[in-house]
């Protein structure tokens, strides 16, 4: 008898467990649909690709209220004290890095470079940026304000690449940052792709995007701006080098089969590439692409608002927010987890630093080579080279976590380009040989 009540309760126990782990997993399943859904109250009409925030904010009000904190975070964030790398407080990195003039000689970059601020500063910053002045065209403009789709849908696509900015502020009045219609659709809320060169990128991929998940749109919102791209043909049609795949190998493959170079060294007249900020295309071959993770998941981590579980639109570095981006996944705590990012893009940093003295010593070396009488066809190995270091560099300089979106594919990277850098020296030594063989001779006996 007493071996039958014992069985009924391990039995009665057995239920009781399935019981609460089927009644967890249906508030699990519940969650995610909730959070797959923006529930708001309807108090006015929001207009289609309606560009101005503050026509959002009425049902919106939380939601606009910590997006409008990117426009002052720097002020609200005391940086140093959570990371030592990016961050909102704008400085000139010319300033800050001392090769860059040379390794961007011929350039607009070498002009005027700095450190970007939130996101409704977009607008103003590249309106102020000295690179082109008044002569940038549209195509510049293309994720700086929601009034970018507007212009497409009424004039066209090609005609707002071709509009110079001057024209589209002056003329038609643009004057919004980044903001809601950017990434959502006025009537349903969906996340929504407004930008066509991100479509047109995935098609010439065979991806669908009308298949995509909602989790995969929290990163595609994203990849339409924070992404390489480069200026195609005279209409300066925005286009986004994916059709061979994304990495950097990719990259340069596409642009190789092209022929193409956004402009001709200075110094050693090397046909060269400018890497944007590849955050999409870098993040897409770490660990936490492959766990499935979004941008939104560490940048705009959900939060509660009395009952309500909305996402955080003050959109920043997850080094801020480490307990809501990090620590739902991983178990440590929030020092630890900061060491581990600092660690990371301080070995990135370092990386960085060696590549850029390999570069300036192959910018050297091929100067030299070019003042000893080499030839072109001489030099063209050594300048190959060179282009080929630099687009590497360059694709970590440029892009904005300093290595932590996929660290061991930054230092895959990096030694790449310290080992094309060298090459780069090398054959520069070589083609100076067979232009000068007495001077050199002489130079190695000083």
């Known amino acids: ?83 030592k790398y990016g961050g909102p407080v704008q400085f000139s990195k010319l300033e800050e890095y001392e090769h860059l003039k040379r390794l961007w000689a011929g350039y607009p970059f070498s002009l005027d470079y700095n450190q970007a601020r939130g996101h409704m500063n977009a607008l103003q910053d590249m309106l102020d940026s000295e690179r082109l002045g008044d002569d940038k065209p549209g195509t510049c403009m293309s994720c700086k304000s929601p009034e970018v789709p507007l212009f497409m849908e009424e004039y066209g696509i090609e005609t707002f690449y071709r509009t110079p900015v001057r024209e589209l502020v002056d003329v038609h009045g643009f004057e919004h940052s980044v903001s809601c219609a950017d990434c959502h659709d006025a009537e349903t809320m969906d996340l929504r792709i407004s930008r066509p060169a991100f479509t047109e990128a995935m098609e010439r991929r065979g991806v669908d995007l009308s298949q995509a998940t909602r989790q995969e749109m929290r990163s595609y919102a994203c990849a339409q701006c924070h992404v390489e791209y480069y200026f195609k043909g005279e209409g300066n049609y925005l286009t986004f080098p994916w059709d061979y795949g994304l990495t950097i190998d990719d990259i340069e493959e596409y642009f190789d089969e092209r022929d193409f170079a956004d402009w001709v060294h200075a110094e050693t007249k090397a046909p060269m590439i400018k890497i944007q900020h590849p955050e999409f295309e870098l993040w897409s071959t770490g660990v936490h692409s492959r766990a499935n993770v979004s941008c939104a998941d560490c940048h705009m981590t959900y939060k509660r608002e009395g009952a309500v579980k909305i996402t955080d639109h003050w959109i920043r570095s997850p080094l801020v927010n480490i307990s809501q981006s990090c620590l739902t996944c991983h178990r440590q ?65 440029s892009e904005n976590s300093t290595g932590f979106h996929s660290p061991q594919e930054s230092a895959r990277i990096l030694g790449d380009a310290i080992d094309y850098a060298r090459k780069a020296e090398f054959a520069a030594f070589r083609a100076m040989v067979g232009a000068d063989p007495i001077r050199v001779t002489f130079q190695n006996n000083q």
């Open 333 to 397: 705590d929030e020092e630890e987890m900061r060491d581990r990012v600092i660690q990371i893009q301080e070995r990135t940093k370092k990386l960085l630093a060696r590549t850029e003295d390999a570069l300036i010593d192959a910018i050297d070396a091929i100067v030299e080579a070019m003042e000893a009488g080499a030839s072109d066809a001489a030099l063209e190995e050594a300048r190959q080279y060179h282009r080929s270091s630099q687009i590497r560099w360059d694709f970590i300089f």
């Open 1 to 83: 008898m007493s071996e039958n009540k014992s069985k009924r309760y391990l039995i009665f126990g057995g239920v009781v467990v399935l019981t609460i782990a089927v009644l967890a997993l249906l508030v699990t399943i519940i969650e995610r649909v909730h959070e797959g859904r923006v529930d708001y109250l309807m108090i006015t009409k929001i207009e289609p690709l309606e560009p101005d925030p503050d026509k959002w904010k009425v049902n919106f009000t939380k939601h606009y209220d910590d997006y409008m904190k990117t426009y002052r975070t720097a002020d609200l964030v005391d940086y140093p004290k959570f990371g």
